[in-house]
């Protein structure tokens, strides 16, 4: 079983609508989450971090459900720019921060 | 800051050459993280090195590769003898890890892509 497992997508979707992305992880005792976002033939980039309380960021809600050991992303009113794939990333402390990547999940907002 | 620097950013090689990549970490962090991304795998963290020491190469394909950081501000990942199923783009990132928060923000550089032919 993977450590980060991710639905790969795609998902497309018309500008405008509201897209989830979830995902799960393997190890109870890891400690801090976060979706980062790769653009084509880019570098990842942090998007945003994902507390238990639930967060926002403008238009992106990241939740973490540590019982289920689950991570989802909420992005609403879809921009042509959201094109990306989305990471699911989990920081695991062994001795030192392992930093664990999801294989991603791919979105395509269409005009 | 100029941010993580890798070098090549492209390099194309032929089987059973040798293939070094180099990465410069952002001055400060302490971490340092080597990562392959491949369609089919997705991005595979092969090591990390804390204050220049390997922490875990657990994610090291087999012998051929090999990770060194001599120093706060260099690191390389070597092939060798490189093939085929080595192509993929080699992504090296660094990080401030805040221990207490459990935190630890990776910035990557742009990525070294390695065609073996």
């Known amino acids: 079983r993977k450590e980060v497992e991710q639905d790969p997508g795609p998902f497309n979707v018309p500008e405008g609508a509201t897209v989830a992305f979830n995902c799960t992880y393997s190890?109870?005792?890891?400690?801090?989450f976060f979706w980062y976002r790769q653009d084509c033939r880019k570098e990842p980039k942090l998007l945003m971090s994902v507390y238990s309380s639930g967060n926002e960021d403008g238009r992106f809600t990241a939740q973490l459900n540590r019982a289920s050991q689950y991570i989802s992303l909420l992005i609403r009113d879809s921009k042509l720019s959201d094109s990306a794939t989305y990471l699911c990333v989990v920081n695991l402390y062994t001795g030192g921060f392992k930093t664990i990547f999801g294989a991603g999940t791919r979105l395509f907002v269409k005009a | 800051d100029a941010g993580v620097i890798q070098s090549p950013r492209h390099e194309v090689t032929e089987m059973g050459q040798e293939v070094t990549l180099r990465c410069k970490p952002i001055s400060g962090h302490d971490y340092l993280f080597w990562y392959r991304q491949t369609m089919m795998r997705g991005l595979e963290l092969l090591i990390y090195?804390?204050?220049?020491?390997?922490?875990?190469d657990s994610g090291m394909p087999e012998d051929r590769f090999s990770a060194k950081m001599p120093n706060a501000s260099f690191s390389t990942l070597k092939i060798q003898p490189s093939e085929p199923r080595d192509s993929a783009v080699y992504f090296c990132?660094?990080?401030?890890?805040?221990?207490?928060?459990?935190?630890?923000?990776?910035?990557f550089g742009a990525g070294s892509r390695l065609t073996v032919l």
């Open positions: 990132a660094s990080s401030y890890a805040r221990l207490l928060s459990g935190a630890n923000v990776l910035t």
């Open positions: 190890n109870s005792a890891s400690q801090s």
């Open positions: 090195f804390n204050n220049n020491v390997p922490i875990d």
